[in-house]
T-cell receptor, first 118, second 116 residues
């Protein structure tokens, strides 16, 4: 149980284009999903927290107009990188929290999406 | 402010040797503490967690961690390391922030290499 998937697992795009990454909870309902960014050999940095049916909460320094997050259902959240540039190249990881799970803070992580912007 | 420190960026051990990865946290209330492992190009897998109760926590793959409130530490241990344990290890604290929602704060990670 508690499986989170991401699609695509990797994507290469041209500078100036937009890319959408999907995060799905496969066997549970997630009221809250999180989006992280990880640079090579570095830790995970939280970008934003999305709650189903409401606007995402962005961390300080994260451009909300550039990183659009939509959490339209209890099993799906999407991250759209708009007008991508080479500096947006990174490993993006999502996680989800099971609304029915007793462990208040536990998050289940997806396998990540490698974005390369040329 | 909440924070997590993993003092060791890189550790190398021989297969079969014991392992201890250090983690110190800064958090005002009773912390929720986690250890995750990440293989190259992969997401994170939860090894173990501490919420309350027994301060020695058993996890998967033979790992354990001990919560020491007096030292603000949550060190990860394994008595005998296997070559497949080579990976990146992250300690994290669950924090409740303004607005009532909660998030994970990660340490910088410790990269473990295992020599045959």
């Amino acid at each position: 149980g508690a499986v989170v998937s991401q699609h695509p697992s990797w994507v290469i795009c041209k500078s100036g284009t937009s890319v959408k990454i999907e995060c799905r909870s496969l066997d549970f309902q997630a009221t809250t999903m999180f989006w992280y960014r990880q640079f090579p050999k570095q830790s995970l940095m939280l970008m934003a927290t999305s709650n189903e049916g409401s606007k995402a909460t962005y961390e300080q320094g994260v451009e909300k107009d550039k990183f659009l997050i939509n959490h339209a259902s209890l099993t799906l959240s999407t991250l759209t990188v708009t007008s991508a540039h080479p500096e947006d190249s990174s490993f993006y990881i999502c996680s989800a929290r099971d609304q029915g799970y007793s462990s208040y803070n536990e998050q289940f992580f997806g396998p990540g999406t490698r974005l390369t912007v040329l | 402010a909440q924070s997590v420190t993993q003092p060791d960026i890189h550790i190398t051990v021989s297969e079969g040797a014991s392992l201890e990865l250090r983690c110190n946290y800064s958090y005002g209330a009773t912390p929720y503490l986690f250890w995750y492992v990440q293989s190259p190009g992969q997401g994170l897998q939860l090894l173990l967690k501490y919420f309350s109760g027994d301060t020695l926590v058993q996890g998967i793959k033979g790992f354990e961690a001990e919560f020491k409130r007096s030292q603000s530490s949550f060190n990860l241990r394994k008595p005998s390391v296997h070559w497949s344990d080579a990976a990146e290890y992250f300690c994290a604290v669950g924090a409740t922030v303004s607005g009532g929602y909660n998030k994970l704060i990660f340490g910088a990670g410790t990269r473990l290499a295992v020599h045959p």
